[in-house]
């Protein structure tokens, strides 16, 4: 099955502790992105990528970190320096030939 | 700057009837439109998209149309089903910004039996 994996589904962190979301894509997709949700809003653009070994920072990306070692993979590292992470975080991909994204199914980060 | 606003929720309607949901944008150039939508604890599925003005998307019996002059890009059924209860996000895309999605705030919509 072609698609967008997000794990895990609910993470859980204590205060303080840096933590990485994974995403990866078997859809031979250019671009990912990552954004953050939460309650009552849109999603909000924290990083993305649209090649190998290079990303850009969105609108959000204060206190988190990605890296784009492969096309499939694009995790996101909340550190601690971020304020206020729990939320619900989802990864898209988008490939070279159209502005359409897909999303993977989000992971919900609770910090304790 | 580019901003999308969409109308206040939730939106709660009887089965069949019908749906609207308002959507207006602000942006530089020609972005393309989407609508996405989100069931309980999933992520973003496209619903609809449409790339120039007078385009209409359409999916599943919803359709919306991108209007310039108006910019808006309303979303509408003819005939909701339970099934339909989600939340609907509309969405741009600005020309030349590496494709990235700038999301208005979403409508959450129940529909009763």
């Known amino acids: 099955d072609g698609g967008i994996t997000q794990s895990p589904k609910y993470l859980f962190r204590k205060e303080g502790q840096n933590v990485t979301l994974s995403c990866e894509q078997n859809l031979n997709h250019d671009a990912m992105y990552w954004y953050r949700q939460d309650p009552g809003q849109g999603l909000r653009l924290i990083y993305y990528?649209?090649?190998?070994?290079?990303?850009q920072k969105g609108d959000i990306a204060e206190g988190y970190s990605v890296s784009r070692e492969k096309k499939e993979s694009f995790p996101l590292t909340v550190t601690s320096a971020q304020k206020n992470p729990t939320a619900f975080y989802l990864c898209a991909s988008r490939p070279a030939d159209t502005d359409t994204q897909y999303f993977g199914p989000g992971t919900r980060l609770t910090v304790l | 700057g580019n901003s999308v606003t969409q109308m206040e929720g939730p939106v709660t309607l009887s089965e069949e009837a019908f749906l609207t949901i308002n959507c207006t944008y602000t942006a530089t150039g020609y972005p393309s439109l989407f609508w996405y939508v989100q069931y309980p604890g999933e992520g973003l599925q496209l619903l609809l998209k449409a790339t120039k003005a007078d385009d209409k998307g359409s999916n599943k019996g919803f359709e919306a149309t991108y209007r310039k002059e108006t910019t808006s890009f309303h979303l509408e059924k003819g005939s909701v089903q339970v099934s339909d209860s989600a939340v609907y996000f509309c969405?741009?895309?600005?020309?030349?910004?590496?494709?990235?999605?700038?999301f208005g705030q979403g409508t959450e919509l129940s529909v009763k039996p």
């Open positions: 990528s649209q090649i190998v070994n290079d990303f």
């Open positions: 969405a741009l895309t600005p020309y030349n910004q590496g494709g990235k999605l700038i």
